[in-house]
């Protein structure tokens, strides 16, 4: 179709027949909306790497042409179409925004879809679920019904939305949040969204419908005395439609009119200029449901907005790239679990890595290495509340399930059973399966022991102190790792061949290391002797078995030319900041770099993007090379670049498909967002080196 074509496009999980938008499609220049890597300082990719590129299937939906929504420092980009949602109901990964409570995240993309809702947890089953099944997982809609361009940003200071729509006969702002109440979260899941008129006369459609819980489950709609109930699984929710105020011409006042039917709520508003009109979600589980009137579903919108206004001002920054370092800590609030102090490493479940489908994970756990970097970047942010609560969290979880720290854990502090579930559900844009649970727990994951040991040594050198059980658990850990040290095991990136991995070896260093540390302040009893015997030990070991002369690299494993871009972390943690690191950072943008972009391993290319959080990591790794002027140039092009890697509300996915500027992976992705704030704070304290 040509630039000037038109196209008809269905918006929503509706029927087509039921609710479209005619858009102009607006396709762009068939090169890379990212350049070619020549474009870029770090050079044109190896020839090893193009071949696992040409080999990668491309992301669903990037060939339409339509450009990538991107960052703009933090205010509202200027309004443009909405062409991102595709024939059977997907949209664009790159499109969606996320607002939350404390206990749960929902995904809205720029149509003003909700597409994903898990209740009343973020690790609940979602009763809305379109993002990963259009036809059945269920959804809230509210748009315009005419064709509309849309322009968004977050409440300043906050992680409520604002949307505005604008069309040929008027425009209107949504204001959405999942409220919080006077002294933190609501005991129900609620979820407010406000329309408001700002010129002209707007019709909008709002539809609120509960899908099968990922194939699990039937909703229905029931009518009560306290009016309909919508309910699936387990949960009672309602729907709160009410106009506030209709405006200031009598003559042609804001209507909402309503519907109830067997599987939905309709609602269809006339908007009118300075009109002011509410839609609410509220929800629990296994409880019974309170239900607010429209007029306590727009206040607490403007009281979850003070609220997150409150937070943001314990957050101290006056570094560098400050619009992407305060939305990101704002991001990373949403993925703190507040119930337990844990830290989801995302939102969502099975977005595919590969664009073929396959590898689809459930993330919605805590990993111990995510605390690792979420506590540093929280101290060194002056946070002090959040820090005590996911190191309380981390050490109360430990102990209760046994004296060496698992993988990962659920929300709640449990040690998943590491068995995963396949669900009826297609999958984004058909790469599928969609999966419950992660059986990465089982694995054994040497570098766990460093990220443990780096919690703690973080927690005292800011000013905390250890009670007498949580140091014989890190004397008994250390003692651990001496011992298992030696052992192959699944690497960081989780892996079903158990090797030698070169990243592992250098997180036992680390974590003996920090035992030394821990030890020699008192506050880990014993004789740290053994600790750092065994620490030289692991030293001379990755010396003589990982580095290779050929390459002037680390290498993956012994006896590979393989590299792998978890080495970076292994300037931050101080195990090599001199030639053979330096060396090894120009060799890994070499062979797995694209322009700014890295792949996580020689191979990922085949069948994933670029690792987000690898690109934010050899930020940091120059600077503390002292290759400060290359760290910084790469942090410009990340964030403010032509293509930076956040979207236009400063969301980060897992990775990025270098060639188009698609995402893959699940979101918000806590790893890319710590990545980018630790590489943030490192240029800044390292300035000048």
């Known amino acids: 179709m040509s630039a000037a074509g038109r196209s008809t496009r269905r918006v929503g999980c509706d029927p087509p027949s039921v609710v479209v938008i005619e858009t102009t499609d607006t396709t762009t220049d068939a090169s890379s909306p990212t350049g070619s890597a020549a474009d870029h300082p770090a050079g044109a990719a190896s020839d090893r790497l193009r071949a696992d590129e040409a080999l990668r299937a491309p992301v669903p939906g990037s060939h339409r042409g339509v ?33 939350g409570d404390g206990r749960t995240v929902a995904l809205v993309a720029r149509d003003g879809q909700v597409d994903w809702l898990p209740l009343p947890d973020l690790d609940a089953t979602p009763p809305f679920a379109a993002l990963l099944d259009p036809g059945d997982g269920g959804c809230v809609e509210l748009s315009p019904v005419e064709p509309f361009t849309a322009s968004r940003e977050h409440v300043p200071h906050t992680n ?182 844990a830290m989801a490493a995302a939102a969502t479940t099975s977005l595919p890595e590969d664009p073929a489908g396959g590898k689809c994970w459930d993330y919605r756990f805590a990993w111990v290495r995510d605390s690792t970097y979420a506590l540093e970047a929280m101290m060194r942010f002056g946070l002090r ?79 905390g102190a250890l009670d007498a059980e949580t140091g014989r658990l890190l004397a008994s850990t250390a003692d651990v790792a001496c011992d298992r040290w030696r052992q192959p095991d699944a690497g960081m990136w989780e892996l079903h061949t158990a090797r030698h991995y070169t990243s592992s070896k250098m997180g036992c260093w680390q974590a003996l290391t920090h035992a030394v540390h821990l030890a020699e302040l008192g506050q880990v009893p014993g004789d740290p002797a053994r600790w750092r015997s065994e620490a030289e030990l692991v030293r001379e070991w990755v010396a003589e078995h990982c580095w290779s002369p050929e390459l002037g690299a680390y290498t993956w494993y012994p006896g590979t030319d393989r590299l792998d871009a978890s080495v970076l972390l292994h300037a931050v943690s101080g195990f090599d900041r001199g030639e053979r690191m330096s060396s090894t950072l120009d060799a890994l943008r070499r062979e797995l770099g694209h322009g700014p972009h890295l792949y996580r391993y020689t191979g990922a290319a085949a069948e994933e993007g670029s690792f987000v959080a690898c690109s934010f990591w050899m930020v940091s790794a120059l600077q503390l090379c002292g290759r400060g002027e290359e760290a910084r140039a790469l942090m410009e092009q990340l964030v403010d670049g032509p293509t930076p890697v956040l979207n236009d509300v400063g969301v980060l996915a897992e990775m990025v498909d270098p060639a188009t500027g698609a995402w893959l992976g699940n979101l918000p992705q806590a790893l890319s967002h710590l990545a980018l704030v630790n590489a943030a704070i490192t240029v800044h304290e390292h300035q000048g080196r």
């Open 160 to 341: 409520v939305l604002a949307s505005t729509y604008t069309t040929a006969s008027g425009s209107v702002r949504v204001t959405d949040a999942l409220s919080t109440g006077v002294a933190g979260r609501l005991p129900w899941a609620e979820l407010g969204r406000r329309v408001e008129g700002l010129e002209g006369r707007v019709r909008m459609r709002a539809v609120v419908r509960p899908g099968t819980c990922l194939g699990t489950a039937g909703p229905w709609v029931q009518q009560s005395s306290a009016g309909a109930l919508l309910r699936v699984d387990g949960l009672t929710m309602a729907v709160v439609a009410e106009v506030l105020d209709p405006g200031p011409d009598p003559r042609r006042p804001a209507e909402l009119h309503r519907t109830d039917t067997e599987r939905e709520v309709r609602v269809d508003l006339e908007v009118t200029a300075g009109s002011r009109s509410v839609l609410g979600l509220v929800a629990t589980a296994a409880e019974p449901l309170w239900m607010p009137s429209g007029a306590a579903v727009d206040a607490g919108i403007d009281r979850t907005a003070d609220n997150w206004r409150a937070y943001s001002r314990t957050v101290s920054w006056d570094g560098p790239w400050e619009a992407a370092v305060r939305r990101s800590v704002m991001v990373l609030k949403l993925l703190l679990h507040a119930p337990s102090g």
């Open 385 to 463: 509340e959040e820090p005590h609560a996911a190191v309380s969290w981390l050490l109360r979880t430990i102990r209760e399930r046994g004296t060496a720290p698992d993988v990962f854990y659920a929300l709640s502090g449990e040690v998943p059973r590491g068995d995963v579930e396949e669900v009826q559900a297609p999958g984004w844009r058909g790469a599928g399966p969609v999966v419950r649970g992660n059986a990465a727990s089982s694995q054994l994951q040497l570098g766990v022991y460093g990220d443990l040991f780096s919690i703690l040594r973080l927690y005292v050198d800011g000013g």
């Open 67 to 99: 450009p990538p929504v991107v960052w703009t420092g933090g205010g509202a980009p200027d309004p443009s179409p909405v062409l991102e949602r595709d024939d059977h109901g997907w949209a664009d990964l790159r499109t969606y925004a996320a607002v």
